[in-house]
Nanobody, 124 residues
């Protein structure tokens, strides 16, 4: 069973940037799709971005396209989410996840493992 640990959350002003990291342990994740979900206060968890094992397939939720960038370093068993031009509506707990495919993670929320989450707070 893979374990996922996120880091990099914090408080930032609107327009600022943060970089989230997710380190996987327990098994190699080189062939595993990974992604980020978030849960805003009072809302359900929602898809943010996902990347295939090779990095060749990437997709984003519409509201973060052009502002967020997902990447991974398989040699380090690590995935990243670079978040730029942050808005107050990006405030949420961000979760690192693994899944079988990018498309099912985005369209159906099919996730195999969750991290514990890291809080991102964007002030106006």
């Amino acid at each position: 069973q893979v374990q996922l640990v996120e880091s990099g959350g914090g408080m930032v002003q609107a327009g600022g940037s943060l970089r989230l990291s997710c380190v996987a342990s327990g098994r190699t994740i080189s062939y595993t799709a990974m992604g980020w979900f978030r849960q805003a206060p009072g809302k359900e968890r929602a898809f943010v971005a996902a990347i295939s094992g090779s990095g060749g397939t990437i997709d984003y939720e519409d509201s973060v396209k052009g502002r967020f960038n997902i990447s991974r370093e398989n040699a380090k068993n690590t995935m990243y989410l670079q978040m730029n031009s942050l808005k107050p509506e990006d405030t949420a707990v961000y979760y690192c996840v693994t899944g079988s495919r990018v498309v099912t993670m985005k369209t159906r929320g099919y996730v195999e493992a969750w991290g514990q989450g890291t809080l991102v707070t964007v002030s106006s």
